[in-house]
């Protein structure tokens, strides 16, 4: 089978160049790693120019292993049959060459392959600057940090007493939560938590005279890409007809009261603007199709703006409500699978106001005053029980690769030593992790030997919790990552499921995604696969009407039963949202007598 994507692939081993890799879920992203590893492998003069990152240790052994696997049957087995497994053999065969002639000795020191965690890298760029980082070999990292958290906001709240030049400030923050003192420390403990995200805009924002200028500038810009985005995905043909129904809808005498948003458009004529001065226009037409809970609405009554027919006797009315009803209806009923439309419409209503007020702008001050006092408190904590979290190695690795403006001596030694630099699941990046790449690549340039090799998936991001942007993916993508330009390569093939699944696939998701892209707002579009498995006997993907919960287990034990009858020696995984879910379920497996086994809360195993 020809491989859609395949110069793509074979262009990823131009070690000559650096790239980013858009590489979807069974696209076969870690052997493509693998190869661009070995090949890399065999221009070095040791192993250790090329280091790999990736997010988890347990991704840091596979790829490893992967490799040490490679070279091992390199060395004992012949030339594979399939096409990918003959690149990597070759390309491993090549690499125990370069091997025996530099005397590496992999295969007794697989160590020598730099394959590990961002975080444990970070942790050996502190540790070869022990006096830059204040690191010393006592301190311990923890995960559970929560305390040391607590500790520092109440020690803060002890060292700010009422002769400290900033209680004014805690004052007023303490005042506007209404005094809930163990609210404002569960707030306060959420902000060191993620402390990397504000704690370097903060420090540089001290002395800025235009402050508040500029942050309600980047408000602004918030705003203008929300309704930009919005007038953009209003089909031309329903504009009007959208204009007319918020027109009705906000004349109506109800609304002024319980809906003033939709009120706001009684006097409309034609569609608001970009600008930002119609966001309450545009949130009154958010407002008129979407729920509280951002959903298409449903039910048109008057509590939208469209009374019953019976509400009046007069007979020109009654037509009216009827017709204009029939009309808000028929226009939903467009809307309703597009999915686009509704998640602008939903970014329009969350949009943060303008301008700050007087009031708002005095709660900021108050926190830039706190915050940096707060990680200051918990860099004493850090120290007096010798502990650190994994946000502090990060910032001290960043503080130990620069001086100010200038590099530092240990990133001028690091600059020797990496020649290659690969970091898997891109799309996951932090800001404070792109600017760690931005240092370690700080110097390189186009032809010099070095490159740069990203690889990720932005549809597949899911640690937005930890600070990932996924917009950082198409920063990269479009402008590089800090001195070094990035082509970019789609792989498009998919190994792991079968051609209905990835058909299905396709076809849903590339309704739910965003049809335009945007760095600001992290929008990706969706980018379609293509299925390289042939489809088994059994359908890829069913669906089944139960009138409760006993009739969807019982529909599940008749569904295992002829899986069953069809392949005796499958296996089958259920999964379910929650333990709860299985409380129907799992007496009706013991009836039938299927042995299975809870794997973890929400997943149950039955093997024949």
Same mark, same amino acid.
């Given at each position: ?52 990152? $990736?997010?988890?240790?347990? %991704? ?8 040490? =696997?490679?070279? $091992? ?20 065969? &090549? ?19 730099? #394959? ?43 060292? #700010? ?41 903060? #420090? ?7 402050? *508040? ?25 329903? =504009? ?8 009705? &809808? ?31 226009? +545009? ?12 959903? +298409? ?32 209806? $028929? ?5 309703? @699978?597009?999915?686009?439309? *509704? ?106 030997? *070095? ?5 990720? @998936? ?16 198409? +920063?990269?993508?479009? *402008? ?42 992290? %929008? ?48 089958? %995984? #259920? ?15 013991? &009836? %039938? ?16």
């Amino acid at each position: 089978m020809n491989i859609p994507d395949q110069k793509a692939r074979q262009q990823a081993l131009d070690i000559a160049n650096s790239f980013i890799v858009q590489a979807p879920a069974g696209s076969g992203k870690t052997e493509l790693l693998i190869q661009r590893f070995l090949a890399l492998l065999t221009t070095v003069n040791q192993p250790e120019e090329i280091i790999a990152l $990736t997010f988890t240790r347990k %991704a840091a052994y596979e790829m490893r292993d992967r490799i040490i =696997q490679a070279l $091992t049957k390199a060395m004992n087995e012949p030339q594979p049959q399939q096409a990918h497994q003959q690149k990597t053999w070759q390309l491993a065969k &090549a690499v125990q060459l370069r091997n025996d002639e530099k005397n590496w000795n992999l295969q007794h020191y697989p160590n020598r392959l730099r #394959i590990q965690t961002i975080d444990s890298l970070c942790m050996r760029l502190i540790q070869q600057a022990p006096l830059h980082t204040s690191y010393s070999n006592d301190i311990k990292i923890s995960d559970d940090i929560d305390h040391h958290y607590q500790f520092a906001v109440r020690q803060l709240f002890i060292d #700010i007493d009422a002769q400290h030049p900033n209680y004014p400030a805690l004052a007023k923050l303490m005042l506007h939560l209404d005094n809930r003192q163990g609210y404002v420390e569960s707030l306060l403990c959420q902000l060191l938590a993620c402390r990397d995200q504000w704690l370097p805009y903060i #420090i540089y924002a001290k002395e800025d005279k235009n402050l *508040r200028l500029r942050l309600q500038q980047g408000l602004e810009n918030i705003i203008k890409g929300s309704l930009e985005a919005l007038c953009a995905s209003i089909p031309k043909e329903y =504009q009007q007809e959208i204009v007319n129904l918020v027109q009705f &809808a906000g004349s109506q005498k109800n609304i002024v009261e319980s809906q003033p948003a939709i009120a706001q458009c009684a006097q409309l004529q034609s569609l608001p603007t970009s600008a930002g001065s119609d966001l309450a226009l +545009w949130q009154g037409i958010a407002t008129l199709f979407l729920t509280k809970s951002h959903s +298409w609405r449903k039910c048109v009554d008057k509590r939208c703006g469209f009374p019953a027919a019976s509400s009046t006797s007069s007979k020109p009315q009654q037509e009216l409500y009827k017709a204009m009803k029939i009309r808000m209806q $028929t226009l939903l009923a467009i809307f309703v @699978d597009d999915e686009t439309l *509704r998640m602008c419409l939903q970014n329009v209503l969350n949009c943060p106001p303008a301008h700050y007020e007087e009031a708002q702008w005095e709660i900021v001050s108050s926190l830039m005053q706190i915050l940096p006092l707060l990680a200051a408190q918990l860099n004493l904590v850090f120290n007096r029980f010798a502990t650190i979290d994994y946000i502090e190695i990060m910032t001290r690795a960043l503080y130990s690769l620069s001086d100010e403006d200038s590099p530092s001596e240990l990133a001028l030694i690091l600059d020797y030593k990496i020649k290659h630099l690969l970091v898997d699941e891109f799309q996951d990046t932090s800001i404070r992790q792109f600017q760690l790449l931005e240092k370690l690549t700080a110097g390189w340039q186009i032809g010099d030997g *070095r490159t740069l090799f990203v690889v990720g @998936d932005p549809m597949q991001s899911i640690y937005s919790f930890r600070g990932a942007e996924v917009g950082l993916f198409l +920063w990269a993508r479009d *402008r590089g990552i800090g001195d070094v330009p990035l082509q970019s390569l789609q792989l498009t093939a998919n190994f792991r499921s079968q051609a209905t699944i990835v058909e299905w696939n396709n076809l849903i998701f590339g309704q739910i995604f965003p049809q335009k892209e945007d760095i600001n707002q992290g %929008a990706i579009r969706f980018n379609s696969a293509q299925a390289q498995q042939v489809d088994n006997h059994l359908a890829a993907i069913n669906y089944y009407a139960c009138e409760d919960e006993q009739d969807e287990a019982q529909q599940i034990i008749t569904l295992i039963k002829k899986i069953h009858t069809q392949d005796k020696k499958t296996s089958i %995984a #259920i999964l379910v949202k929650a333990r709860s879910h299985l409380s129907a379920l799992l007496p009706e497996l013991h &009836a %039938a007598s299927m042995p299975y086994q809870a794997q973890c809360p929400s997943v149950v195993t039955f093997e024949p």
